[in-house]
């Protein structure tokens, strides 16, 4: 633990250097002997926390990594903590998801004991004919996209409600008007309504949807509604973890 410690103190004396610090420099000022700084600056340099030029130390790239690392945590936490805010004022299971690199990613889910998931029985990304998440995914992307990711994952019947084939498929998602919400029920699972609205920022594809059960239904147009006027109000922060 001292020794973790005192290459922590290396780190943070190393970082107040834009232009680099000697080893005796950073002894005096780590207030550590300075053969126990040449040891921890050897290590920490092998590991690419440190580089060094000339006899002077810098922070190497795996600082940098780090950083980049706690960044993208602080965006998960962020999309957890707005979905768990709207899971309890609305009283809904919510979903976040993106189209990225041709497949759907369900990235986070936020749901309570009150108000349970939909069960993931048949894969999320095989099956976005059958949802309102991959439906809404699907309305993003240009017709030639479409038509790739359903020759890769075509429309197979999931229930007596699912759309039966890509071509009715590839008709229902060109009505839809331009962020429109998307409303599926059933398809994917007997006794469950979904809604999903679009987001879209930049090149990237991505939805915040709800789930209810069927004899729930009369709640689900008023639900996406709230969700709806919700994302309004927060998309600058959510477009800001867009990429999470």
């Known amino acids: 633990m001292g020794s973790v410690q005192r290459a922590m103190r290396l780190l943070e004396t190393v ?15 780590a207030g550590i002997a300075l053969p126990t700084t040449y040891h921890l600056l050897r290590t920490l340099v092998h590991e690419g926390y440190l580089c060094r030029e000339k006899g002077l130390f810098f922070l190497g790239d795996a600082v940098a990594r780090l950083t980049s690392s706690g960044a993208r945590q602080k965006r998960r936490s962020t999309v957890a903590d707005t979905l768990a805010c709207w899971r309890d ?8 998801a993106m189209y990225r690199e041709g497949e759907i990613e369900v990235m986070c889910v936020s749901d309570s004991r009150e108000a349970p998931a939909v069960e993931e029985w048949a894969d999320f990304r095989e099956t976005g004919h059958a949802h309102a998440i991959g439906q809404c995914l699907l309305s993003q992307l240009d017709e030639e996209a479409r038509r790739d990711h359903l020759a890769r994952c075509p429309v197979q019947p999931l229930t007596r409600y699912t759309v039966r084939d890509n071509d009715a498929l590839l008709r229902r998602l060109a009505r839809l008007r331009r962020m429109e919400a998307v409303v599926e029920r059933q398809e994917y699972a007997l006794g469950t309504v979904c809604a999903a ?4 920022v930049g090149t990237t594809a991505a939805t915040m949807a709800i789930s209810l059960p069927a004899q729930r239904a009369d709640r689900l147009l008023p639900a996406v509604e709230r969700l709806q006027t919700e994302i309004g109000r927060n998309l600058g922060s959510l477009a800001l973890s867009i990429s999470m």
């Open 15 to 29: 970082a107040g250097h834009a232009h680099g610090a000697t080893a005796k420099q950073l002894a005096r000022e």
């Open 197 to 200: 609205v679009p987001i879209t």
């Open 89 to 96: 004022s609305i009283g809904v299971p919510v979903y976040y």
